[in-house]
């Protein structure tokens, strides 16, 4: 799981998103509402490298549209308490790539599918 987890408001636009995205060298970002607090609050939707490929580029939409407009929703989430193989069947399921933790209300943290592979293969993060 990685604990930073980069939050982005709904309404900034597509190229200012996907810049924050590349120069974090990150697959997601959490979007949330304007005047939210950053602990606990209910997140909007989550954009995701999926999202750009199949929401944004194959509808040929601007780059200065609000990612409010690509984001999926609603967002999927695991409990902090859930395990890893839980958190596995959930990406299945779901078929997504990226699943905020939760606790007490709060984002805390993302699992990736590369987490779930570093758990299956043993490999601790490279932080």
Same mark, same amino acid.
């Not at 490298?49 to 040929?60: M, N, T």
């Not at 933790?101 to 699992?111: A, S, T």
């Given at each position: 799981m990685t604990r930073k987890v980069i939050t982005v408001d709904q309404n900034l636009p597509f190229f200012e998103t996907f810049k924050i995205m590349?120069?974090?060298k990150i697959g997601s970002v959490i979007i949330t509402e304007k005047g939210k607090p950053k602990g606990i609050f209910t997140p909007k939707g989550i954009f995701t490298? $999926?999202? %750009?490929?199949?929401?944004?580029?194959?509808?040929?939409a601007e780059?200065?549209?609000?990612?409010?407009?690509?984001?999926?929703?609603?967002?999927f989430?695991?409990?902090?308490?859930q395990s890893?193989?839980?958190?596995?069947?959930?990406?299945i399921k779901r078929k997504i790539r990226h699943l905020p933790?939760?606790?007490?209300? $709060?984002? %805390?943290?993302?699992?990736s599918i590369q987490d779930i592979l570093r758990e299956i293969a043993g490999i601790p993060r490279d932080n």
């Open positions: 590349i120069d974090n490298e $999926k999202d %750009i490929l199949f929401r944004f580029f194959s509808k040929g780059y200065s549209e609000s990612i409010k407009n690509y984001m999926s929703t609603p967002m989430t695991i409990r902090s308490d890893m193989k839980e958190a596995a069947q959930l990406m933790v939760m606790e007490d209300g $709060k984002l %805390i943290g993302i699992i």
